[in-house]
Nanobody, 115 residues
């Protein structure tokens, strides 16, 4: 059982940056994909960014050019660098890992962007 722990969320003004981290309790090397999702009250969880084992990435259109996902297999950590934040980026951000053993979620970290 892999546990994912997010950190780095908080309150920030529009235009500023935050970096989220997702630390896994075990090796992330075997996961086919790791990603960040976000959810606002009353809405479904949506994909923000995903990175595949080979390094390929994809992003939601709303964050392209502003957010960057990366993974450090040696540290078993995935990052989400968020630049030029907007109020509409406000949400709870969840880390996700998917592989042969299943799909795992972190507990979420709140990101609030003030205008």
């Amino acid at each position: 059982q892999v546990q994912l722990v997010e950190s780095g969320g908080g309150l920030v003004q529009a235009g500023r940056s935050l970096r989220l981290s997702c630390a896994a309790s075990g090796s992330i090397f075997s996961f086919a994909a790791m990603g960040w999702y976000r959810q606002t009250p009353g809405n479904q969880r949506e994909l923000v960014a995903r990175i595949l084992k080979g390094g390929m990435t994809n992003y939601a259109d709303s964050v392209k050019g502003r957010f960057t996902i990366s993974r450090d297999n040696a540290k078993n950590t995935v990052y989400l660098q968020m630049n030029s934040l907007k109020p509409e980026d406000t949400a709870v951000y969840y880390c996700n890992a998917a592989g042969f053993t299943g799909v795992y979620w972190g507990q979420g970290t709140q990101v609030t962007v003030s205008s």
